[in-house]
């Protein structure tokens, strides 16, 4: 049985981070002919653009902890600077959110992720999506299913990709991603073939941000606690959930490929 290409809406791929979604979702998009949308890279592509603004303050002058909002986007813009010179000033803002959370080992909370994944999800034609890192939160999983109803369309599977936190933590701290290609490479493991560079755009590789022990260890609680919760409940929908280990005793990527073609076979 199994899945067929070209009769896929949406398949989801969870786990946490770091347990090895990506070499799963590079076989989803090659066997099943789809299209990746990740809302890591998505938020990523934000912080780039905050990044660029050059602002050296400190982002929880912008946050209140007690009512767990930001001051208005007008007063946050104010605070940057001269907004003329920026292409995309909202884009600007959204980085700036985003960078609070993402660098502090936190999710982003569902508001802003929802507001910018919806926007997204919805504007673009595609061949069918791979969903990487959504949904992480009960709110997400309702949201999507939402988003999915309207679209006519539907969740044909999730992949969870299995790890051991300890495990997780050990190989985090060797990762390193290329900025301009996203493709993800280790130190130890999967080093880049050109020294230091991406082996597929020669861009060099840099570590996460948010790749230090502390910041994975704060993303595994995030997990435990959120996640879980939300694959409970698409379990409870009766999508099917198929589950993959991040961590082979054998590494190649045909043994990665038969792990997942043979999982989808399951269902
Ligand atoms: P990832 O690349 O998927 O590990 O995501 C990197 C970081 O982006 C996460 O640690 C979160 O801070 C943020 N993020 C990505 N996806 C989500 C999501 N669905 N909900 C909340 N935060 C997210």
């Known amino acids: 049985m199994g899945l067929e290409a070209g009769k896929i809406s949406n398949l989801l791929v969870m786990g946490k981070s770091g347990a090895g979604k990506q070499p799963r979702i590079d076989v989803l998009v090659r066997e099943f002919d789809l299209d990746q949308l990740s809302t890591g890279d998505l938020f990523r592509t934000y912080l780039k653009k905050f990044e660029e603004v050059d602002f050296e303050g400190d982002l ?22 001269p907004v003329a010179k920026w292409d995309d000033p909202q884009g ?36 069918g999506w791979v969903l990487d890192g959504y949904p992480r939160t009960v709110a997400q999983t309702e949201n999507l299913l939402n988003l999915v109803v309207e679209s006519g ?20 701290t060797g990762r390193r991603i290329c900025p ?20 597929h755009c020669g861009t060099p590789v840099i570590r996460r941000s948010d790749d230090s022990e502390e910041k994975i260890r704060s993303r595994l609680e995030e997990f435990h606690t959120k996640t879980e919760l939300s694959i409970k409940f698409l379990e409870h929908q009766g999508i099917p959930i198929v589950k993959v280990p991040g ?18 076979d399951a269902i």
């Open 60 to 81: 929880s002058s912008f946050y209140d902890e007690e009512t767990d909002s930001f001051v208005s986007d007008e007063e946050i813009l104010w605070s940057l600077g």
């Open 92 to 127: 600007v803002v959204l980085g700036l959110k985003a960078k609070y959370f993402v660098e502090s080992g936190k999710f982003v909370p569902d508001s802003i992720t929802n507001e910018m994944f919806g926007t997204v999800f919805k504007s673009k034609e595609c061949r």
């Open 153 to 172: 369309s539907n969740i044909d599977a999730v992949l969870i990709v299995e790890g051991d936190d300890d495990e997780i933590v050990a190989r985090t």
């Open 180 to 199: 301009n290609c996203k493709k993800v490479y280790h130190i130890e493991f999967k080093p880049p073939s050109k020294e230091g560079n991406c082996t």
């Open 247 to 264: 961590n082979l005793s054998e590494y190649s990527r045909e043994i990665v490929r038969k792990s997942v073609m043979d999982a989808f």
